[in-house]
């Protein structure tokens, strides 16, 4: 068991490492437009807002695949929802503040960074939820040829 939970937990931090590199990408790949020298500033600091929005990300998603080793516990392994917290908990928090942030700028007509953020945070809930269910199917297995 040991072994499989080991698996899932690198397979989450490699998917969270990927999702970083990737959003960085994105967020180079961006189009500047030519302008004064106000409008390069704010678009540096604009860059600068989504590194730093990229690596809190980043963070909270290396946070929520440490908590993974806790079903290594019987007692949260067995349980469906305390195992579902371990998985999902962080990552579902963080997406939540970020779409409700998100859906506030885009009712005031800014399509801005957290828009970007929330494609990749539901990108990621996505990959921890199939991961989720992986795990639950593998644990009913375990416990059924036991």
């Known amino acids: 068991m040991k ?5 899932f937990w690198l397979i989450n931090f490699l998917i969270s490492v990927a999702l970083f590199f990737i959003y960085n990408i994105v967020i180079a790949a961006t189009k500047t437009t030519d302008g004064n020298l106000f409008e390069k500033l704010m ?6 807002l989504n590194m730093g929005f990229a690596f809190i990300y980043f963070i909270a998603m ?4 440490f908590v993974l080793p806790l079903n290594l516990v019987e007692k949260i392994r067995n349980n469906f ?3 579902l917290l371990t998985f999902l ?7 939540i503040f970020i779409i409700t942030n998100a859906l506030i700028d885009i009712r005031l ?12 945070s539901t990108i990621g809930l996505l990959l921890t939820t199939i991961q989720f269910l ?13």
Do not use: D, H, M
Not at 3 to 7: E, L, Q, V
Not at 62 to 65: A, E, G, N, P, Y
Not at 109 to 120: R, S, Y
Not at 134 to 146: A, E, P, S, T
């Open 43 to 48: 678009q540096i600091l604009e860059l600068l």
């Open 109 to 120: 007509q800014n399509f801005t960074i957290l828009t970007t953020l929330a494609i990749f």
């Open 134 to 146: 992986l795990f639950r199917k593998r644990i009913k297995n375990y416990n059924f040829n036991k």
């Open 81 to 83: 929802f305390l195992s």
């Open 89 to 95: 908990g962080i990552p579902l928090f963080c997406f």
């Open 62 to 65: 290396v946070i929520s695949s």
């Open 3 to 7: 072994k499989n939970i080991f698996k």
